[in-house]
């Protein structure tokens, strides 16, 4: 909103997880308060998502489980089953993923979507060998864009089945995700006793 409003831009790229991918979409349909916002999103670049941390479960992981301050950081990341956290310096330190459950966002265990189904690109690490993405493009819009990039030479591609883990990883993990997730949602509607359950946000 505020890059179109004080900045005047008429082309907006988003980059987001994809509840951020909803938001936008719900933004775009209801723009209660967005006003000639909806129209200048020219491009919505979604991101693999698991799970993620607030900035206080990020500092507890990386300083006190890696014992490391955060400003010599240079990347986190899981993958592998591990929580990977680089140094500027080059130091590596991996956490077990057991460590991190506890850290992340409760609004996470209630998300059913890994791939950013709403985007009109979607992106992760997942499926492809070390320093490839997977992408899906998803709309006529990412099309377009997906294919001037490409006869640009700004993206080197392969047929995601030529190379390995694949599309059935993600697959896998889209849908271990959903299944997770699902589970919860039907023990947080019951489990709390009678008229104490929280609302399953899918129905
Ligand atoms: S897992 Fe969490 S951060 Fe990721 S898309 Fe879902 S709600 Fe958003």
């Known amino acids: 909103k505020e890059v179109t409003r004080s900045y005047g831009l008429d082309k907006v790229g988003v980059v987001g997880t994809p509840c951020q991918m909803q938001a936008l979409r719900k933004g775009q349909l209801y723009p209660i308060g967005l006003r000639d916002v909806a129209d200048k999103i020219a491009l919505a670049v979604g991101i693999f998502c698991m799970e993620n941390f607030p900035y206080q479960g990020i500092l507890q992981l990386v300083e006190d489980h890696g014992a490391t301050a955060l400003e010599n950081v240079s990347k986190l990341d899981i993958g592998k089953g591990k929580f990977w956290i680089y140094t500027e310096r080059g130091a590596t330190v991996q956490l077990p993923l057991k460590v991190t459950h506890k850290y992340e966002q409760p609004g996470c265990h209630v998300c059913l ?23 899906f493009v998803r709309s006529g819009k990412g099309d377009d864009i997906w294919a001037k990039a490409i006869a640009a030479g700004a993206f080197e591609t392969k047929p995601i089945d030529s190379v390995k883990p694949g599309l059935e990883l993600v697959t896998k993990l889209a849908n271990d995700k959903v299944t997770k997730n699902q589970k919860y949602l039907e ?17």
């Open 187 to 203: 023990s947080r509607a019951t489990e709390y006793g009678v008229g104490k359950a929280l609302r399953n946000p899918y129905i």
């Open 113 to 135: 979507d890994y791939v950013a189904n709403l985007a009109d690109i979607s992106t992760g690490s997942v499926g492809t060998p070390d320093g490839w993405s997977t992408v």
